[in-house]
């Protein structure tokens, strides 16, 4: 089954740059779950985002996320887990987890 592991937290930690030892976790974390990982991205800032509405047939654009946050998407795995439970183990690994919190989310399947 497949799982979205989505990425929160405070984006203004990266203001000034990453931190080589983060990074060089993250390309472990790949590496130990690499068969796993079906895809994956980090994300822009928030400030580099728009969210679009349709109300009554007309489209309203806002710069921005939807909603302020302490805890911003920052990026996201798509992985293959047999459970919920390997995808919690999984997710639980992500460096991100120390700083922020992963939601995971199980992909719809549509016949």
Do not use: C
């Not at 800032?45 to 946050?69: Q, W, Y």
């Amino acid at each position: 089954m497949q799982y979205l592991l989505l990425i929160y937290e405070n984006e203004k930690r990266y203001e000034k740059g990453y931190d080589p030892k983060e990074m060089a976790a993250y390309g472990a974390f790949g590496k130990e779950f690499g068969p796993a990982i079906k895809g994956g991205n980090a994300l822009q800032p928030t400030s580099a985002a728009t969210t679009v509405r349709v109300r009554d047939g007309k489209r309203l654009t806002t710069d921005g996320p939807f909603a302020e946050t302490k805890e911003q998407l920052g990026g996201f795995y798509l992985i293959e887990a047999k459970d919920i439970d390997e995808a919690i183990h999984i997710s639980g690994k992500i460096p991100a987890a120390q700083y922020g919190s992963i939601e995971v989310r199980p992909i719809m399947k549509f016949d």
